[in-house]
């Protein structure tokens, strides 16, 4: 069986990029051999400024959302990684098998620092792809699942383990990283050039929590090409194409199917459709996460259950690891 670890930053609010490229996914995943592990990676977003109020409410959210959206808490594992000291634990003894020179190629910190100042910017963000390789490498697992954006820091990931693993022998598993297929990526709907971020403003993504009439106004004023013909083609129509993505997966008709439907219309009713059964879904999903979300109960249990169920297998590899180094380990 294949183990898989991932995580979500409760950044912002959830939306249709994570909900299609990654937690609808998740819980068709329980249904292939797969053993899973999913974490709220509350202490990633903290490399950028967060009210702690809304970081407290959007952690027990995507608890709430990912069972929403069809994840089985009996089956997967979810957590939270604050609640976990062996993250922090693990990040800290890995910061000490990485070099400054590595961290600093990182694509995503340049593209920070081409932005703003190098020096402006907080350690955490540099450093959060150790985090990150730690958070994988607690658990052995075999894959993770992972945008094109963070291929690199698999890749650093995979050369610490190596690093660790000559040293002092078979410690970590060196996990391969899968990219999530091109379709899976959801663009934003400003600009189909980038992807759908929940920390963009708010008319380029649509949020799960979104109300019915403004995922309609958002697709409706979501930019297109000026050809107003209806057809796939990634490199040429970035925003149609992506809306055509979108219009599939919601129902469950092929690209093939859906531009035929419309071979004789303007993107003006495509997008008022598109709106509109995008809405109707999120509907029955937002009905779906306020039971669940008020079922205080239910939600502690679950996240009591994955934290157990987390912490024993990562304390275990922490002991591990420090044993191996000569660190003194004990949990009381
Ligand atoms: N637009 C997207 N299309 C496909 N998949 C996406 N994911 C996020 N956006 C899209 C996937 O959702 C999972 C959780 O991602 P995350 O929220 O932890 O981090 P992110 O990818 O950095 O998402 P955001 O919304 O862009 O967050 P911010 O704005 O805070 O940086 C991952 O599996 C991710 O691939």
Not at 158 to 173: D, V, W
Not at 206 to 232: C, G, H, W
């Amino acid at each position: 069986m294949k183990r898989i670890v991932s995580g979500i930053k409760p950044t912002g609010e959830l939306t249709l990029g994570n909900y299609l490229g990654a937690m609808k996914r998740w819980a068709e995943m329980e249904n292939e051999n797969i053993e899973s592990f999913y974490f709220i990676a509350n202490l990633h977003a903290i490399t950028v400024r967060q009210d702690p109020f809304q970081l407290r409410k959007r952690t027990f959210d995507i608890v709430a959302w990912l069972i929403t959206c069809g994840v089985n808490p009996e089956k997967s594992l979810i957590f939270i990684q604050s609640m976990i000291p062996a993250h922090t634990e693990i990040c800290w003894v890995l910061t000490n098998y990485v070099t400054i020179g590595e961290l600093g190629k990182m694509t995503q910190f340049k593209d920070k620092v081409s932005k703003s100042s190098r020096e402006g910017q907080v350690a955490g963000l540099f450093e959060y792809p150790v985090l990150m390789a730690g958070d994988v490498l607690l658990y052995d697992a075999d894959e993770v699942p992972v945008g094109d954006d963070q291929m690199q820091h698999l890749e650093l990931t995979r050369n610490i383990a190596a690093r660790f693993n000559n040293l002092y022998g078979q410690t970590f598993k060196e996990p391969k990283g899968t990219v999530s297929k091109i379709t899976a990526r959801i663009m934003s709907l400003k600009n189909p050039e980038s992807k759908m971020s929940k920390s963009e403003t708010e008319d380029s993504y649509i949020a799960l929590e979104d109300k019915p009439e403004d995922i309609i106004k958002k697709f409706k004023r979501a930019v297109t090409d000026s050809e107003n013909q209806i057809r796939f083609d990634s490199e040429s129509k970035p925003a149609i194409s992506n809306l055509l993505n979108i219009y599939s997966a919601f129902s469950e008709k092929s690209i093939d199917e859906i531009v035929s439907d419309y071979k004789n219309e303007g993107y003006g009713k495509f997008k008022t459709d598109l709106g509109e059964l995008v809405a109707s879904k999120l509907d029955i999903l937002q009905k779906r996460f306020k039971e669940i979300r008020e079922d205080e109960e239910f939600l502690l249990k679950t996240i009591k259950r994955g934290n157990s169920g987390a912490s024993e297998i990562a304390d275990k590899k922490v002991s591990e690891v420090y044993e191996k180094i000569g660190l003194v380990y004990h949990r009381f």
